[in-house]
T-cell receptor, first 115, second 113 residues
Framework: DSGVTQTPKHLITATGQRVTLRCSPR?????VYWYQQSLDQGLQFLIQ???????AKGNILERFSAQQFPDLHSELNLSSLELGDSALYFC??????????????FGPGTRLTVL | GNSVTQMEGPVTLSEEAFLTINCTYT??????LFWYVQYPGEGLQLLLK?????DKGSNKGFEATYRKETTSFHLEKGSVQVSDSAVYFC????????????FGKGTTLSVSS
């Protein structure tokens, strides 16, 4: 158990809909990362938050957004869903903002299926 | 930009066989290198890491050495077990480009008894 929790485990929805994925980082970790794992793209970094502020953006679509709340949990919002958004979405947390050693602890993921 | 290339799988081995999964990287700076493992239905777990050239990471019988001259970080294990069956990801983190991990596409290992 990494200490990172994600809800829900599975989500099935229709094209055009909007969903919210939730992540609670390990106790004490200030940094949260979101990754998308799909068959064609592999594991891709989407976005990072540190202590409530956005720190870095990766290959995140404009239809997607995220935020980190004062209690440090984070939510990833996916809107106008398309079939191609079906993927496993991972959250990871880290206690370090920067530095050569940057171990990230991953949650179990949320599997999103868009029908 | 930074990138990681892994050998494609699947890799199928018999128990007690020797394992090598190749990983090479491209980075503008001096990245840290990682191997993560994903067991079926689970999230990723850090297997081992190396933060500078010539460092050797090791854990659970797995080893990988950070080779700057060949930009490689190959994963090895002398004797695999059925329980090692999983997907293995090589990754890098280059703090000059942010702290997010850049992953290879993953290599599926299947070990049979």
């Amino acid at each position: 158990d990494s200490g990172v929790t994600q809800t829900p485990k599975h989500l099935i929805t229709a094209t055009g809909q909007r969903v919210t994925l939730r992540c609670s980082p390990r106790s004490g970790d200030l940094s949260v990362y979101w990754y998308q794992q799909s068959l064609d793209q592999g594991l891709q970094f989407l976005i990072q938050y540190y202590n409530g502020e956005e720190r870095a953006k990766g290959n995140i679509l404009e239809r997607f957004s995220a935020q980190q709340f004062p209690d440090l949990h984070s939510e990833l919002n996916l809107s106008s869903l398309e079939l191609g958004d079906s993927a496993l979405y991972f959250c990871a947390s880290s206690g370090k903002l920067a530095g050569a050693y940057n171990e990230q602890f991953f949650g179990p993921g949320t599997r999103l299926t868009v029908l | 930009g930074n990138s990681v290339t892994q050998m494609e799988g699947p890799v199928t081995l018999s128990e007690e066989a020797f394992l090598t999964i190749n990983c090479t990287y491209t980075a503008t700076g001096y990245p840290s290198l990682f191997w993560y493992v994903q067991y079926p239905g689970e999230g990723l777990q850090l297997l081992l890491k190396a933060t500078k050239a010539d460092d050797k990471g090791s854990n659970k019988g797995f080893e990988a050495t950070y080779r700057k001259e060949t930009t490689s970080f190959h994963l090895e294990k002398g004797s695999v077990q059925v329980s090692d069956s999983a997907v293995y990801f090589c990754a890098l983190s280059d703090e000059r480009a942010g702290t997010a991990l850049i992953f290879g596409k993953g290599t599926t290992l299947s070990v049979s008894s």
